[in-house]
């Protein structure tokens, strides 16, 4: 089954305040979106497996750990998810970024996918599925979808908020998938919004409205 995790770290708590509050401009708004994203990465990478290694340091021999080049793959689902990748490759600069380009229909709320390029090892990756929002759950469960139908088998899903409802579709369709969140909020309004959220986070991102 599924776990859902969401990362009450401080420095995370803090900056999501600011993500949520509507007088927070696009450029404060990208770049706190991006520190966020590598302090959940910070988080999420816990469990990387590490080897030991003998080096040298100026002073004598030492056996030290390195990370076992496990690989990994971002995956941001178009557009809003872009705002989490440079903040992640940071931290994971060897990460391969793979996209779905998917927008979600403001009549029915169903997503409708228009672009997907995948690095071509995606079978041996441990792919992290990127988007700010996680809201009927529609975008996430059908990029995890198409990803499991092309040869993934090791997801994790990263947002920044989510709502119960899309908690609740993704845990049923992808129980092989972890949630990691920065928030869980209370519910969606009428028009498929996560309430209180933070508004639409492509349009914030990129200041098209
Ligand atoms: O869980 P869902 O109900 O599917 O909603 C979440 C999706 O909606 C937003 O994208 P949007 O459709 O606004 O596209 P954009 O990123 O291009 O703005 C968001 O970034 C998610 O991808
Ligand atoms: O609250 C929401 C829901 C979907 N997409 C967004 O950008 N915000
Ligand atoms: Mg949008």
């Known amino acids: 089954m599924a776990n859902v995790y969401v990362l009450d770290h401080p420095l995370i708590q803090h900056k999501l305040t600011y993500i ?3 007088d927070t401009g696009t450029k404060e708004f990208r770049e706190l979106v991006d520190e966020v994203a590598a302090l959940m990465a910070f988080e999420i990478t816990r469990d990387m497996p ?3 290694i003998e080096i040298e340091t100026p002073v004598t ?3 030290t750990k390195i990370l076992s080049g496990k690989k990994i793959g971002l995956i941001p689902i178009l557009r809003a998810g872009l705002g989490m990748v440079d903040g992640i ?3 994971i600069p ?3 970024v793979g996209h779905v380009g998917l927008y979600r229909d403001p ?3 169903k997503p409708v996918e228009y672009y997907i390029k995948l690095p071509s090892d995606i079978n041996e990756r441990e792919l992290i599925v990127i988007d ?5 759950g529609g975008s996430a469960n059908d990029a995890i979808h198409s990803l499991k139908k092309r040869g993934a088998n090791n997801i994790k899903l990263m947002c920044l908020i989510a709502a119960p409802e899309g908690v609740e579709l993704v845990k049923k369709e992808h129980p092989d998938v972890d949630i990691y969140l920065a928030a869980l909020d209370e519910k969606l309004n009428d ?5 209180p959220g933070l508004g639409d986070a492509g349009d914030r991102l990129f200041g098209t409205k």
């Open 20 to 22: 949520r509050n509507k």
């Open 50 to 52: 590490l080897e030991e």
């Open 61 to 63: 021999t030492a056996k």
């Open 89 to 91: 490759l940071r931290l």
């Open 94 to 96: 060897a990460a391969k």
């Open 107 to 109: 009549e029915t709320l």
């Open 132 to 136: 700010p929002m996680l809201a009927t």
């Open 191 to 195: 028009h498929g919004y996560i309430v």
